[in-house]
C-alpha cells in the first residue's frame, strides 16, 4: 500500500510565523503535490515537484514556498502565515504519467489565528 | 479552459436510491477522467477512472458515464448506503501534460439517508 505521511494532522500558528508542513512517501514516486482544501473551491494546487531540486507552481502559488532535497520528502513552506491561509493542506504523490492514481496523505488541518 | 465544473454542490439520497453527481470540462485535450472519494479526516482516493474510448465503465455499484460530444461526465451510484456518505471529486488529467497536473472539480457531499 502507498503510504503517504503528513506531519501533523492539527497545527495552530500565529500570523507572521513561518511555518513548515512536511510530507513524506514510501513509494519512490516522481511526482509530489500541495493542495490546499476548501469547502465549495475543491483541491486546488499549490506547488509541485517532478524530481528533487524541481518544482513548479500550481494555481495558488502565492504566499508559498517548497522545498523537495529527496525524493521522498516534499516540504510546504509558509514564510509568514496569514488568516486567510487558514485550511486543510493535503500532500499527494503520483509516479510519473498523468493516467495513474494520486495518494493522499491524511492532511494537515491549519489554523492562522 | 482548465477547468473542471462539478455539480451539484451537496447531495441527500435515500439508502437504496441513485445518486448521480455531474461533472463537465472544456479542454478536449483532457484524456483521463477519475473520480475520488473522500471520508472525513482522510485524504482523497481514487474510486473509479474513465478514458474518453469508451462511454461507461462499471465497478460494482459504481459506474462512470461520459459523453465526449458533450464534454460532460457523470458518476452514477446505484443501490446508494449510508457507507457511501462522503465528499466526492471529479477531475481530469491529459496525458503527456508537461506539467503532470490533474485538475479537479469543487466537489459533492453526498448524504445517504438510512
Known amino acids: 500500500d502507498v503510504k503517504v505521511t503528513q506531519s501533523s494532522r492539527y497545527l495552530v500558528k500565529r500570523t507572521g510565523e513561518k511555518v513548515f508542513l512536511e510530507c513524506v512517501q514510501d513509494?519512490?514516486?516522481?511526482?509530489m503535490f500541495w493542495y490546499r482544501q476548501d469547502p465549495g473551491l475543491g483541491l486546488r494546487l499549490i506547488y509541485f515537484?517532478?524530481?528533487?531540486?524541481?518544482?513548479e507552481k500550481g494555481d495558488i502559488p502565492e504566499g508559498y514556498s517548497v522545498s523537495r532535497e529527496k525524493k521522498e520528502r516534499f516540504s510546504l513552506i509558509l514564510e509568514s502565515a496569514s488568516t486567510n491561509q487558514t485550511s486543510m493542506y493535503l500532500c499527494?504523490?503520483?509516479?510519473?504519467?498523468?493516467?495513474?492514481?494520486?495518494?493522499f496523505g491524511a492532511g494537515t488541518r491549519l489554523s492562522v489565528l | 479552459q482548465q477547468q473542471v465544473k462539478q455539480s451539484p454542490q451537496s447531495l441527500i439520497v435515500q439508502k437504496g436510491g441513485i445518486s448521480i453527481i455531474n461533472c463537465a470540462y472544456e479542454n478536449t485535450a483532457f484524456d483521463y477522467f477519475p473520480w475520488y472519494q473522500q471520508f472525513p479526516g482522510k485524504g482523497p482516493a481514487l474510486l473509479i477512472a474513465i478514458r474518453p474510448d469508451v462511454s461507461e465503465k462499471k465497478e460494482g455499484r459504481f459506474t462512470i458515464s461520459f459523453n465526449k460530444s458533450a464534454k460532460q461526465f457523470s458518476l452514477h451510484i446505484m443501490d446508494s448506503q449510508p457507507g457511501d456518505s462522503a465528499t466526492y471529486f471529479c477531475?481530469?488529467?491529459?496525458?503527456?501534460?508537461?506539467?503532470?497536473?490533474?485538475?479537479f472539480g469543487s466537489g459533492t457531499r453526498l448524504s445517504i439517508r438510512p
Open positions: 499527494a504523490t503520483r509516479v510519473r504519467g498523468a493516467r495513474t492514481a494520486t495518494y
Open positions: 513509494m519512490d514516486h516522481e511526482n
Open positions: 515537484s517532478y524530481d528533487v531540486k524541481m518544482k
Open positions: 477531475a481530469a488529467s491529459r496525458r503527456y501534460s508537461s506539467a503532470s497536473k490533474i485538475i
